[in-house]
Nanobody, 123 residues
Framework: QVDLVESAGGSVQAGGSLRLSCAAS????????MGWFRQAPGKEREFVAA????????YYADSVKGRFIMSRDDEKNTVHLQMNNLSPEDTAVYLC????????????????WGQGTQVTVSS
């Protein structure tokens, strides 16, 4: 099994930055693809970014491409999401996910999910 704990969410004004972290515990982390998703109130879950188990493959949703950077630190079993130039449209609960199959979409059946961390961006 694997446990995922997101952290470092918070409130920021438009144009600001935040860096989310997802700490993973468990034996399958290094062989799992990692993804970030977000879900705003009343909306469906949205894919944000993903990095492959080897760390060499990354994919970003068009809405965040060029603004968000996902990284993977396997020595610390942690993935990060650096979010720059935030806008109110980025407001959502951000969730970290792990899965054994590469998938980049809102309906991807990742095997494990964190509880989420709130990100609020004000104008």
């Amino acid at each position: 099994q694997v446990d995922l704990v997101e952290s470092a969410g918070g409130s920021v004004q438009a144009g600001g930055s935040l860096r989310l972290s997802c700490a993973a515990s468990g034996l399958i982390y290094t062989s799992s693809n990692m993804g970030w998703f977000r879900q705003a109130p009343g909306k469906e879950r949205e894919f944000v970014a993903a990095v492959g188990w080897s760390g060499g493959t990354k994919y970003y949703a068009d809405s965040v491409k060029g603004r968000f950077i996902m990284s993977r630190d396997d020595e610390k079993n942690t993935v990060h999401l650096q979010m720059n130039n935030l806008s109110p449209e980025d407001t959502a609960v951000y969730l970290c996910a792990a899965g054994r199959t590469w998938c980049t979409g809102p309906a991807c059946p990742y095997d494990f999910w964190g509880q989420g961390t709130q990100v609020t961006v004000s104008s």
